[in-house]
């Protein structure tokens, strides 16, 4: 099992900036992606950001296409998302997801792990 650790959430005025955190750990693989995805009260869960273990392949979802930037550092099995120009909308529990490829990360699949999520509220 593969247990992952969310943190950097927190309350930021519009227009402000954050960095998400989700480390890795037990077991986990030498080739595998991780993602982003993020759930509005009354709305489904979205997907945000994802990236391969090699850091060679991305993908965003619209909404946050040149201002949410995701990265991963393999030493430390963790990723990253940095959110900038935040809006009111971009508040939501954000979730962190491991899988095996950013093709399938939308995708349910018998290697799927999530994270508990971090709140991120955008005040305007």
């Known amino acids: 099992q593969v247990q992952l650790v969310e943190s950097g959430g927190g309350l930021v005025q519009a227009g402000g900036s954050l960095r998400l955190s989700c480390t890795a750990s037990?077991?986990?693989?030498?080739?595998?992606?991780m993602g982003w995805f993020r759930q509005a009260p009354g709305k489904e869960r979205e997907f945000i950001a994802a990236?391969?273990?090699?850091?060679?392949?991305?993908n965003y979802g619209d909404s946050v296409k040149g201002r949410f930037t995701i990265s991963s550092d393999n030493a430390k099995n963790t990723v990253y998302l940095q959110m900038n120009s935040l809006k009111p909308e971009d508040t939501a529990v954000y979730y962190c997801k491991f899988g095996l490829s950013v093709a399938t990360m939308l995708d349910r699949g018998p290697y799927d792990y999530w994270g508990q999520g971090t709140q991120v509220t955008v005040s305007s």
């Open positions: 990236i391969n273990w090699s850091g060679g392949s991305t």
């Open positions: 037990g077991r986990t693989f030498g080739r595998y992606a």
